[in-house]
């Protein structure tokens, strides 16, 4: 960067300050959510008629660019902002987007592997802010979710929001990098234990049906399962590596049963107004868990490194006041 200093943060909610050249739909002093990503509009690859959020230009803000949402300003392009919910308080705004905006496009940017009513959908991370956001999105396009978590107070959460059912991961041993096909023990061992984790799915499904869509994000130590488990011409949609980036599959299994393995990376403009939308109206909650303050930025992410996160999303206030104040 030109900067010698990195402003971080890749969600937020605001009012605008200023507006800079050529921008038309948005006004000094509207209400606004900021959306995760930025792009070249003017990209060769784009201007060619590229999804934009694929473009080689595309970066996420606050991560890869500078000037986040971790400060008292923030700079961002016109097309991020997104109008705030009428019925959203600024934090909860603040919150939804970026986990929300990710599962919208999981389960509806795959044509034809997109959400169907009565599809059963396999969600990991059932209780955190993707999971959350993916089951309430699930339920709403007529799906069936089904949750994995780790303790009870995750699958109350889970329930609370629709899931059909939830799966405890910790009562299951198979867990990690796929065991060599030659070694006849240990993949017997393993083909025992993910074919008991599927039974648990049919049981809560109530039938016999494998997962039309499985929604990753933990990588090495669930994509042997997701893969083996995935419905015929299904799809095991992966945004993310959480528990390591070495994905292990058993390839008679993906082409012979012609299933689809997909990378997912966050959402395009028209995806964010989609799911906000969908928020405006009451369907999908953001389900803020905890607020903080600017000084527990810190601490927040520790949380989230250590797998410690209360259910659902967070936030923190930003030279604001509470919402009730």
Known sequence: AAENYHIGGSEGSGIVWAVGEGVRDVRIGDHVVLSS?????????????????????AEVWGYETNFGAFAQ???????????????????????????????????????????RPGDPVLIWGGAGGLGSMATQITRVLGGVPIAVISNDERAAHCL???????????EFTHWG????IEDADAFSAWTAEVRRFGARFWEILG???????????????TIPTS?????????????????GYHGDVDLRFLWMRQKRLQGSHFANTRQCRELTRLVAEGLVDPCLSHVGEFGDIGLVHQLMYDNSTPPGNMAVRVNALADDE
């Open 207 to 221: 039938e016999r049906r494998a997962p039309r869509i499985v929604l990753e994000h933990s990588g090495q130590a």
């Open 73 to 115: 300003y923030t700079v961002v392009h016109e097309y991020q902002c997104l109008p705030k919910p009428e019925r959203l308080s600024w934090t909860e705004s603040a919150a939804y987007i970026l986990t929300g905006a990710t599962a919208y496009r999981q389960l509806t940017g795959w044509q034809p592997n997109t959400v």
């Open 160 to 170: 609370k929001l629709g899931a059909r059912g939830v799966i405890n991961r910790t």
């Open 177 to 180: 990098r796929l065991p060599d």
């Open 227 to 243: 893969i083996y488990l995935c419905d015929n011409a299904g799809m095991v949609v992966i945004c993310g590596g959480t528990s």
């Open 37 to 57: 990503a930025q792009w070249d509009e003017g990209a060769d690859d784009i201007r060619a008629g590229t999804d934009p959020i694929t473009s080689s230009t």
